[in-house]
């Protein structure tokens, strides 16, 4: 029978006596207790099921479910005799900091303590009788909103040990979202203090914890072990890449298919593949993102479901403020080119600034790319990867990502889009002025903000690329240094003419005047004889425009060829 699909459910009770629609990942109960691990790290793209698969384990093991297994009878683990008698025997410890999000840290660690004061909340019978002495009375009534560290990192440990000699068993603990509060920490500068926190309250509670019986912690990356973990040995870490858990997270093809014959939308599972198909987990291939899947179930189209759920601050931070090799890259991944690297699974934050191989470490760990191949190099003994965009879906958020950059300071970058198309040199060059000057600080974030002027020009093209796709094909041949970065502009349509852009630093030693570095510009265009290739397919040289950028710091002038003396144009800051 075709269920209803619940969207946002995250409460495993919630969306099953609602009887809404739910593929049994009910297995992962039994695959989790026998592998018997002490501490179990699962990484996973957000909307993956992380909260929702552990509400189920919750609900599965905890004493406050005795009693509850009708919740189970229909699915896969109820048919395990042994698992139905483990039903309801545990104390259970389930929090999440999914929702720990701020730009000051005093807040963050605040929220902390809000989330573990509401736990000694829930268990305040515990201060019933005689079961804690009077200095554990006091420890308990000491924890609040505004306790120290100290009480604060220990509080975990504490109500283990509570917990554990009022059901006479070890404790189960459940951490949703982990690194939820290690990505604001990046994003707004607080990283040194959040570990230290974090650090002591790990420690204390999944380390050096003689009440703790077994524990998931979930997130979507895998923080370096030198940042938070430093203590923590006994530590299980399942990532993309391992083979454990690889089809408990995320819908299978399988899953998917089956589901969308029971809602009648068999004949469509080839877009619903492009579009959402492509995560990888160990070596389980065809793994669908379960947030895009009941979303387009549930209204029978495709579109932006997952990509749209949070707002990416740090994927736009990472690309918009990266160096000109990320932007490049990202150019060639935006074209489905692939990029080949050497994997590093565990993210250290504070490289992710300066180290490229990071950056993408974090794509993968977050779902943005999949690995296509891996080979291993026996000689250096290391794994290669070869990364490409995951899906439609997230080839599409990106492609928005970069237009709101540009659409986010005003008209001037579309100003400047339909005086190019128009081809209104002196329009462009003003638009062009006002885009640089309003939005050059966003691309231009290195240490020596005058030496990288690049970094702009690159997300610029990154800008043409998403702006001008299903109109144009955008194709650039760049050289390492920024002495030469041409772009080609295939009209698709035989009513536009082609554009061919060369961007020029303002050299001194070598040019007088910006106008000198224009012609420079512009003499390379023929030189190297660009327009061969456009000439090749057909297009006739009169409708080949030729322009020529040149800029020094902010100042820009744009040129174009045998218009020099006439339709050059310069706005001075």
Known sequence: MKRTVGIGYQDFEELITNDNFYIDKTMFIKEWWENQDMVTLITRPRRFGKTLNLSMVEQFFSVQY?????????????????YRLLQGTYPVISLSFANI????????????????????????FLMEGDLLDEKEKSFFESVSVDMDDATATYALHELSSYLSRFYKKKVLILLDEYDTPMQEAYVYGYWEELVSFTQNLFNATFKTNPYLGRAIMTGITRVSKESIFSDLNNLEVVTATSEKYAS???????????????????????????????????????IYNPWSILNYLDKRKVSTYWANTSSNSLVGKLIREGSKEVKETMEDLLKGKSLCMELDE??????????????????????YLKAEHHTFSVEYGREEYELVLTNREVWSMFNSLIRRWFRDKGSYYSGFLKALLRGDLEEMNDYMARVTEETFSSFDTGKKPSAEPERFYHGFVLGLLAELRG?????SNRESDFGRYDVMLEPMDEMDDAIIIEFKVFRPGK?????????????????????????????????????????EGKRVLIGEKDSLENTLYCRQE
């Open 66 to 82: 005795a009693d509850r297994g009708e919740l189970f009878e229909r699915f896969a683990i109820w048919q395990e005799e042994k």
């Open 101 to 124: 999000k701020n730009a000051k840290y005093q807040v963050i660690r605040k929220r902390i303590c809000q989330i573990l004061t509401g736990l000694y909340s829930e268990h305040r």
């Open 248 to 286: 408990a997270f995320g819908f299978t093809q399988e899953e998917v298919w089956d589901a969308l014959e029971k809602f009648g939308l068999l004949e469509e599972r080839e877009e619903v593949k492009k579009w959402y198909d492509g995560f990888t987990f160990g070596n389980r291939k065809d």
């Open 346 to 367: 565990q993210i250290v934050y504070s490289d992710l600034g300066e180290n490229e191989s990071a950056i993408w470490s974090l794509f993968l760990a977050s779902g």
């Open 471 to 475: 109109r144009y094909t955008l194709t």
């Open 511 to 551: 040019e007088q005047t910006l106008e000198d570095t224009v012609k420079a510009a512009l003499a390379q265009i023929e030189k190297k004889k660009y327009a061969a290739a456009l000439e090749a397919k057909g297009i006739e040289p009169a409708r080949i425009r030729k322009y020529g950028f040149a800029f």
